[in-house]
């Protein structure tokens, strides 16, 4: 069992325990760890860590691929070894340590952090510690259910860790196409075509010496905390189907649409979920998580193809993917993170890339990570990778937010994720604002038209009206711009006056 | 003489006045004019139509490459012919008018907009009206000082108006590179691989029978308007020269550097020219504008290849340039903007962005376009083309504006062209910032430390002080963050009271 696993026979000798492996690693040091929104992420050696430092205090740099599963990210924070952490991270512990300032976090754009690697800003990884659905003959890695940045991490780090886990289907094998771009000068361009393009190996070559220990694990991974669609992201959905049905009614599209990205998360899962609904067929996705939406839309013989870095999915959805797999394997990639979400691939296939926003303002600027302006949620993650490239940006979330007393649509954002020049489209569950080639004030109109709750319509009009008389291409009352929001850190809410 | 320029005999038949010319716009119409930071913008037509509308009143959609000259924004704000413009413009009168909301201006990513035209977002164009160096036997267009978005208005227009200027030299045949990025879902990656890489044609290919008229001009184009050098700037750029040398020390870089892109104005100028008091050679360009520090890079021998959309020079660099073509004209090359700005080409070559900010914030957050978060500058232009995919993004400013009354470094900035995930290293004349990797409290500390001015260090850091005692990942007092803006739109000026 373990040589099917293990098909390098001299690797077999590195076995050892999750407990043995962690005393390799050292105060300081940078960690560069698999793990990809909660999908084949290390398990045992994080683990083994935060148990340790319980006697044996240490601190390190934990850059991962995304989110971690397994509350690996809260262990490591209440055991305090996390100095500094990168590019993402999705766990309310962790996110309330790096609102202290004790943990300082990186979030950065998911392409770009293994360039930064490359190019000695950033590094070197001391250990990179990588979940495997097997190692091959020549030592190299074959990958579980997310790729993320574990391709990168484990060539260009001085020494490796495998968490080999049978847990994971053998069947993963095949379906990872590792590809790296090269370095700069000669760097040529990424042959990435099409959603199915295959450009580089079904596994991470690397130099099998490099390879000090392999730790045996059987745990799944954690599943998706996905909420189920309901009446708003319902009508989310509606708002775009009709939208994606007017844009081929006008010639711009035709119903296969053009690659479609979904960010993580329960509406837009939701939202892509909603599609299968449509008259479209013949789909594509070039996303960075195939979620429970992506195998929907397989089911429903709307989808012909997915291109991610993950999959990450629901116990349900989980049993009914793997339980099958050879249904959907040869329809699916699944690429390191640099490459699901590069600019250079995004822009020449035309994505059309489907976002989460905490809350937008009326000009279109969309705040993604920051409750309040200043409390970090979870990262920008791929959001700007595809906003900026996408052929179409589409931004989505509820008008309202704590039942009622917060809107998603404010009078300026505390915090810009996405500038208005990366924002196409806004819906929620109100309707759809289409923004394109529309001037700020333009813009304003169709947002609060369309997208603002009726319970905040008339504030917000009121705001832009009194903006508009002080004049100016983005009109702002400065000291009223983020009232809203200082009184919902105040009082807890933004309802107006009038209506409380 | 004639023939020269116009080289297919039919065309001959089609030249006329340019009032001639001018009745063929009508009310309503799209226009895609030539013209990109002052160089190769149609100097004819335009003026014509201003005149026309005196006594026959119409509006149009215009769309350039970037920034007119020969005050040809502010005859067509006056004579009210603007109901829209884009992507970008430097006028002082066109932005009145654009700041009092009576010409809608789409402020857009200038790698972006002939994508829109493409894919049918934005268009049909109507008219393109083009400056031309000369038109081949084949109707091919030759451009003139600048290709911007003239190579794709001229494709995708329904009619084309040239204007061949005699006073262009017939020695700008050869110097650019037309290629145009395929149709979805077909497109493959653009073959750009170094700076020198030529993968197009050396004119437009259309079909002749669209030119409708051509009118012969002699003017010149507008010098640039750029200062010279002053202690400020040449400060910045000896920052920014030790910073290179230190990235050298490190092995990050060589002498060689990364390709560069410079952003239009005197600030970047002033830099780039610097450079040539470094150790630095063997220097290349992948920019958008080039300007006098091109040509003197290469005239101090530091520079081996430029690639830009177009040469904008002062009168005396232009004498020294156009006098002696030969000498520079193998080392250049002249692309459309969108292949100049394309995220694809800047991301594989690493391109080193130095772009010029109005102002930003302690964490890093940048301005480049909105007074006061509310009234437009001039537009975005290819800085967030050049920001988001460089493999150093650079901003410079001057620590002080107004005669000292304002500060370019502030709590918050009001309006967000860059995020701080696209901002990795900040330069006044007081100090660089590098901001690489770094968390936002850390960068605030770097930020306030070397780019402040110690008139506003102390009120910085007191801000910073109360924000942090508040918490958050970025934190903030929502109800101050603005108020230095505020005060400097109500009294003139944001110095703290115990230095007033």
């Not at 979030?107 to 990884?125: C, F």
């Not at 790296?180 to 070559?205: E, H, L, M, Q, T």
């Not at 059309?352 to 600027?365: H, K, S």
């Not at 979330?397 to 954002?413: C, D, H, Q």
């Amino acid at each position: 069992m373990i040589a099917d696993r293990i098909r390098r026979p001299a690797l077999l000798d590195k076995i050892t325990t999750a407990e043995a492996a962690t005393a390799l690693i050292k105060d300081g040091m940078i960690i560069g760890m698999s793990g990809f929104t909660r999908a084949g992420d290390a398990k045992a050696v994080p683990i083994a860590m935060a148990e340790r430092a319980k006697t044996d205090p240490f601190k390190i740099t934990l850059i991962t691929g995304a989110s971690l599963g397994h509350d690996v990210d809260r262990m490591l924070t209440e055991a305090h070894i996390l100095a500094r952490r990168m590019p993402f991270q999705a766990d309310r512990t962790l996110r309330a340590a790096i609102n202290r300032g004790e943990v300082m976090f990186i979030d950065q754009h998911l392409s770009e952090t293994v360039e930064h690697l490359r190019s000695n800003q950033l590094g070197p990884i001391d250990y990179a510690i990588i979940e495997a659905a097997a190692i091959t003959e020549d030592g190299g890695i074959v990958p579980s259910t997310s790729v993320g940045n574990s391709a990168s991490f484990a060539v260009l780090a001085k020494k490796i860790i495998i968490e080999i886990n049978l847990s994971q289907p053998a069947e993963l094998e095949g379906l990872h196409d590792i590809y790296f771009p090269g370095r700069r000068p000669s760097r040529v361009p990424i042959p990435v075509v099409a959603c199915d393009s295959r450009v580089g190996f079904p596994y991470v070559p690397i130099d099998p010496d490099k390879i000090v220990a392999i730790v045996v694990t059987d745990e799944k991974d954690s599943a998706s905390s996905i909420e189920a669609p309901d009446a708003d992201t319902d009508a989310i959905a509606g708002h775009l189907i009709r939208f994606f049905e007017d844009e081929v009614a006008k010639g711009r599209l035709d119903l296969t649409l053009h690659p479609l990205q979904a960010g993580i998360g329960s509406i837009a899962n939701s939202v892509l979920s909603g599609l299968a609904h449509g008259p479209f067929h013949h789909l594509r996705m070039y996303s960075e998580v195939l979620q429970d939406s992506t195998f929907d839309l397989f089911d429903a013989g709307k989808l012909v193809f997915a291109s991610g870095s993950s999959i990450t999915l629901s116990t349900a959805c989980a049993e009914r993917v793997f339980g099958d797999f050879h249904k959907y394997k040869e329809h699916i990639v699944l690429r390191p993170q640099e490459i699901s979400n590069h600019p250079e691939v995004i822009r020449r296939l035309g994505v059309i890339g489907i976002n989460t926003a905490l809350e937008f303002d009326i000009y279109g600027n969309v705040n993604s990570t920051h409750v309040g302006g200043t409390h970090m949620m979870n990262g920008i993650g791929g959001s700007g990778d595809f906003a900026r490239n996408a052929y179409l940006s589409i931004f989505v979330t509820k008008s309202l937010a704590k039942e009622g007393r917060i809107s998603s649509v404010v009078p300026m954002v505390p915090h810009v994720d996405h500038t208005e020049h990366d924002v196409d489209i806004l819906v929620t569950e109100q309707g759809l604002a289409d923004l394109r080639e529309l001037a700020p004030r333009e813009r304003a109109l169709q947002i609060i038209e369309h997208c603002a709750h009726p319970d905040f319509k008339e504030a917000l009009s009121d705001y832009f009206r009194r903006a508009c008389a002080r004049g100016g291409h983005t009109p702002h009352l400065l000291e009223e711009a983020l009232s809203w929001h200082e009184k919902a850190r105040t009082a807890g809410t933004m309802v107006p006056l009038t209506r409380m």
